[in-house]
T-cell receptor, first 115, second 114 residues
Framework: AQTVTQSQPEMSVQEAETVTLSCTYD???????LFWYKQPPSRQMILVIR??????QNATENRFSVNFQKAAKSFSLKISDSQLGDAAMYFC????????????FGKGTRLSVIA | DGGITQSPKYLFRKEGQNVTLSCEQN?????MYWYRQDPGQGLRLIYY???????QKGDIAEGYSVSREKKESFPLTVTSAQKNPTAFYLC?????????????FGEGSWLTVV
């Protein structure tokens, strides 16, 4: 079974600075998807960014980018120019490419943004 | 508006009672999921369904039951056999067709045992 590990329960960053959240995963599959979801205090799960394992290029969405290292099974999220609205729980998630399998989540990292 | 609607937002259950959480989607998605969230535990899968009249147990299915009689509906019943049901519950869905790589979530339901 696949597992996802987020080793940083809490992180903090100064406003306008850059922060990187770590995620590692364990799988024997070669094709899969990786995701970062944001959960603000409202508890709504918001998709931040998605990466297909077969793509070598790292995904980017505005201020959010990932560092995908397939051999190392690492999938970190970099937030640039941090804003107060970035404060939230961030979850890393894995889904197999084949079949209709559910997402497997890490335990999350709570990000605080300091003004 | 298209989306996933969970109700009620807040629910209180007495010891020994069964309660049902509603999840409705108008996105025409085939697959639907129920997750439970506890502090420090992330999201854990309870049940999921890929098509109507079919569903599979997730990692923590004991004490829960589901049905999938309609494509747009996937209600979750928390039975009295679930010993620690106080948690936040999230419903999600995904199309299994082209472009169905992303799972979308409802706004969640809080269940508290009193």
């Amino acid at each position: 079974a696949q597992t996802v590990t987020q080793s940083q329960p809490e992180m903090s960053v100064q406003e306008a600075e850059t922060v990187t959240l770590s995620c590692t995963y364990d799988t024997s599959e070669s094709d899969y998807y990786l995701f970062w979801y944001k959960q603000p205090p409202s508890r709504q799960m918001i998709l931040v960014i998605r990466q297909e394992a077969y793509k070598q290029q790292n995904a980017t969405e505005n201020r959010f980018s990932v560092n995908f290292q397939k051999a190392a099974k690492s999938f970190s999220l970099k937030i640039s120019d941090s804003q107060l609205g970035d404060a939230a729980m961030y979850f890393c998630a894995y889904r197999s490419y084949s079949g209709n399998t559910p997402l497997v989540f890490g335990k999350g990292t709570r990000l605080s943004v300091i003004a | 508006d298209g989306g996933i609607t969970q109700s009620p937002k807040y629910l209180f259950r007495k010891e020994g009672q069964n309660v049902t959480l509603s999840c409705e989607q108008n996105l025409n998605h085939d697959a639907m999921y129920w997750y439970r969230q506890d502090p420090g535990q992330g999201l854990r899968l309870i049940y999921y369904s890929q098509i109507v009249n079919d569903f599979q147990k997730g990692d923590i299915a004991e004490g829960y039951s589901v049905s999938r009689e309609k494509k747009e509906s996937f209600p979750l019943t928390v039975t009295s056999a679930q010993k620690n049901p106080t948690a936040f519950y999230l419903c999600a869905s995904r199309t299994t067709g082209l472009g169905g790589n992303t799972i979308y979530f409802g706004e969640g339901s809080w269940l508290t045992v009193v």
